[in-house]
C-alpha cells in the first residue's frame, strides 16, 4: 500500500531502501558504496556512507561495511586487491564522510590520529528548538546507564562533574562516576526557522552517541529524527512542534518514520599531506533543509 502523501511516501521509501541496502548480494551494496566514492588516493579511499547502514555487523544484520570491503577493494582497484580497512566508525543512522585504509600500515596510522585527536571532525545536524547560547562548547562527561522502564534498556547519558546546590544555588562538585568517559563538543548556530536549528558540531572526543547526547540532554535541542534520546525513561517517537510538523507536511503519528538528521559533514586528515574531504548531505537531509526554511 503506497500512502498517498508525497512526505510519508519519501519517509517510506528511505526506511524501505536502507532496509533493502542490508539485505542485497554484497555485490549490490559494494557497488552502492563505489558509486559514493568521493575521494581515493594510494592510501585511502573515502565513501560518503548511506543512512541505515551498519559498519560492523551483529544480531539481526545481514549485510554491514565491514563486510564487503574485500568486494569493494577489487571494484576500484583490481581482483588482486587487498581488502579495505576500517579506520573509525559512523552510528547506523549516521551519514557522511567515512575514511577506508588500502592497507593494515594505513589503517593504523589513521586510527591513531582519530585516537590522538588530530583529526578535524565537522558535523551538520537538524535539531528541535535553538541553543541557549547559539555557539558555545558542551563539555560534560558520558556515561552508559540502564533505563528502568517497562521495556528496560541502556542508553548514554550525562554524568556532570558539578551541579547546583537548591540551598544556595551555589556550585558543588560531584563524585566522579568512575565509568564516565571526558566528552567536549564544540556547537554553533548556523541557521534557525520553523521552530528547528541547522547546526554545525565539532567532537573534540569521540564517545558513543556524544553529539546526540550532548545534543538532547546538555542543550535541551535533540536531533530531528532521534527518537532514542527524545525521551529518558521510554522509548518512543519524537514529539515535533506543530510549526514543524506543518512544514514537515507531516502528523505527529506518522513522526516515528522521521530519520536522523546527523552527516559527518567535513573531515581534516593530516596524513603526509593535508587532505580536506567533504561530502553534501543526503537528499532527504537536502529536503528537510528546504521545507524547514534553514
Known amino acids: 500500500q503506497v500512502p498517498k502523501d508525497p512526505a510519508r511516501r519519501r519517509l517510506r521509501d528511505?526506511?524501505?531502501?536502507?532496509?533493502?541496502?542490508?539485505?542485497?548480494?554484497?555485490?549490490?551494496l559494494a557497488k552502492v558504496l563505489k558509486q559514493e566514492t568521493v575521494y581515493q588516493n594510494e592510501e585511502i579511499v573515502v565513501i560518503n556512507k548511506p543512512y541505515g547502514l551498519p559498519v560492523h555487523g551483529g544480531p539481526g544484520v545481514k549485510n554491514c561495511i565491514a563486510d564487503v570491503l574485500p568486494i569493494l577493494a577489487k571494484m576500484l582497484e583490481n581482483m588482486k586487491a587487498e581488502p579495505l580497512h576500517l579506520c573509525h566508525r559512523l552510528d547506523k543512522e549516521t551519514t557522511g564522510v567515512m575514511v577506508l585504509?588500502?592497507?593494515?600500515?594505513?589503517?593504523?596510522?589513521?586510527?591513531?590520529?582519530?585516537?590522538?585527536?588530530?583529526?578535524?571532525?565537522?558535523?551538520?545536524?537538524?535539531?528541535l528548538?535553538?541553543?541557549?547560547?547559539?555557539?558555545?562548547?558542551?563539555?560534560?562527561?558520558?556515561?552508559?546507564?540502564?533505563?528502568?522502564?517497562?521495556q528496560s534498556h541502556y542508553k548514554m547519558t550525562l554524568a556532570p562533574s558539578y551541579r547546583l546546590s537548591p540551598d544556595d544555588g551555589k556550585v558543588v562538585k560531584i563524585h566522579r562516576n568512575l565509568n564516565a568517559e571526558s566528552a567536549v563538543t564544540r556547537y554553533r548556530l548556523l541557521a534557525s526557522s520553523s521552530a528547528c536549528s541547522l547546526l554545525e558540531l565539532q567532537p573534540i572526543t569521540g564517545v558513543k552517541h556524544q553529539i546526540r547526547v550532548?545534543?538532547?540532554?546538555?542543550l535541551g535541542c535533540p536531533i530531528l529524527g532521534d527518537h532514542k534520546y527524545s525521551h529518558w525513561s521510554k522509548l518512543a517517537p519524537q514529539k515535533l512542534p506543530v510549526v514543524t510538523l506543518k512544514k514537515l507536511k507531516l502528523e505527529q503519528s506518522k513522526a516515528r518514520y522521521l530519520p536522523l538528521h546527523l552527516h559527518a559533514y567535513r573531515l581534516s586528515l593530516p596524513l603526509d599531506k593535508h587532505i580536506d574531504l567533504v561530502c553534501k548531505p543526503p537528499l532527504f537531509f537536502q529536503k528537510t533543509l528546504k521545507k524547514l526554511e534553514l
Open 101 to 127: 585504509a588500502r592497507n593494515k600500515e594505513v589503517a593504523e596510522r589513521v586510527r591513531l590520529l582519530f585516537k590522538t585527536r588530530q583529526v578535524e571532525k565537522i558535523y551538520w545536524a537538524i535539531s
Open 214 to 218: 550532548h545534543l538532547a540532554y546538555g
Open 129 to 150: 528548538g535553538e541553543p541557549e547560547p547559539t555557539e558555545g562548547i558542551v563539555e560534560i562527561p558520558i556515561v552508559e546507564k540502564k533505563v528502568q522502564s517497562h
Open 14 to 28: 528511505l526506511a524501505m531502501l536502507s532496509k533493502q541496502l542490508q539485505q542485497v548480494h554484497p555485490n549490490v
